[in-house]
């Protein structure tokens, strides 16, 4: 069975530090997505990794992809209020855009 | 830009109602997706559809069924509403190899 682990489900931070999210996943895959969602709201892409070792970046969130270790992290760099959301990562399991399996989300709150 | 539209924000029904979720796209996407969000346990896939009037089972296909007649529209049905069918449902679309794009999200309440 696929499965897709993000931990922490849970994260306080305060203003100004530094703190990553981690994607681990169960199955061979090298097509990874980050989404955000705020409360209330739908989701948000973010981020698409297609490729072992891609790195990408946005403002004071930076995603990578390691295919061999199954892992992703979403580096959140000098926090701010405004990043508080969900943040979800999902699995291209069949390669082809079409059926994403999600993690549980990491729910951020950022407080000064 | 991407326009994924649900056709009701919150919707309120009986156990036992038959109740039709509708989600169109404007972006001529090949493929589209129901997920249930709960609170705990992410997003769900439902079922999704490559192709019109093609359809394939998510994860929790139990007590849905979808339609696709055309390419914009895809359609969630649940034959005979349950209260642990009560959950928000998300619609997305994506091309081919391509991100997903979702909508609003509706809000189901089955009482």
């Known amino acids: 069975e696929l499965k897709v682990e993000q931990n922490p489900l849970f994260l306080s931070m305060q203003e100004g530090k530094n703190y990553t999210i981690y994607c681990n996943y169960s199955?061979?895959?090298?097509?990874l997505y980050w989404y955000r969602q705020d409360p209330g709201k739908s989701l948000e892409s973010l981020f698409v990794?297609?490729?072992?070792?891609a790195v990408k970046q946005e403002g004071r969130l930076m995603a990578s992809l390691d295919t061999k270790a199954r892992l992703s992290t979403l580096h959140i760099t000098a926090a701010v209020h405004d990043l508080s959301a969900t943040y979800f990562c999902a699995v291209d399991i069949y390669q082809a855009g079409t059926a994403l399996i999600f993690g549980k989300g990491t729910t951020l709150s950022v407080s000064s | 830009d991407v326009k994924v539209t649900q056709s009701s924000r919150y919707l309120v029904k009986r156990t036992g109602e038959k109740v039709f979720l509708e989600c169109v796209q404007d972006m001529d996407h090949e493929n589209m997706f129901w997920y249930r969000q709960d609170p705990g346990l992410g997003l769900r896939l439902i079922y999704f559809s490559y192709d019109v009037k093609m359809k394939e089972k998510g994860d929790i296909p139990e007590g849905y069924s979808v339609s696709r007649e055309k390419k914009e529209r895809f359609s969630l049905i649940l034959e005979s509403a349950s209260t642990n069918q009560t959950s928000m449902y998300l619609c997305?679309?994506?091309?081919?190899?391509?991100?997903?794009?979702f909508g609003a999200g509706t809000r189901l309440s089955v009482l």
């Open positions: 199955t061979t895959s090298d097509r």
């Open positions: 997305a679309s994506s091309s081919i190899k391509n991100i997903q794009y």
């Open positions: 990794l297609l490729s072992n070792g």
